[in-house]
């Protein structure tokens, strides 16, 4: 089970990244079922929760985040994003996608976004 993730790159200080990820056709069929979340780590950093958008649809965000990214997720096309505005350089990551449910939770192979000053 992997999740696909796409959209990272470099962009300057206060610019815009979207990330997208498509979860993995096993899942598809109960995608509703699970907490879609992003992830970020930085060199030398642990990995740190970003967002989370629950199967309810309710969403929980880093404080270091919230006003500057939105999460959303599109149930029809098994789909989570991450749109990031007014990036800074402390934003410079390499971002997972995640599927959780339960005690089950997997991973996307990650996605390098890199914030310029």
């Known amino acids: 089970v992997q999740l696909q993730a796409s959209g990272g790159g470099l962009v300057q200080a206060g610019g815009s990244l979207r990330l997208s990820c498509v979860a993995p056709?096993?899942?598809?069929?109960?995608?509703?079922?699970?907490?879609m979340g992003w992830y970020r780590q930085a060199p030398g950093n642990q990995r740190e929760l970003v967002a989370v958008?629950?199967?309810?649809?309710?969403?929980e965000y880093a404080d270091s985040v919230k006003g500057r990214f939105t999460i959303s997720r599109n149930n029809s096309r098994k789909t989570v994003s991450l749109q990031m505005n007014s990036l800074k350089s402390d934003d410079t990551a390499v971002y997972y996608c995640?599927?959780?449910?339960?005690?089950?939770?997997?991973w996307g192979q990650g996605t390098q976004v890199t914030v310029s000053s």
């Open positions: 056709r096993t899942i598809f069929s109960v995608f509703i079922q699970y907490d």
């Open positions: 958008i629950k199967a309810s649809g309710s969403t």
């Open positions: 995640t599927a959780k449910r339960g005690q089950e939770q997997e």
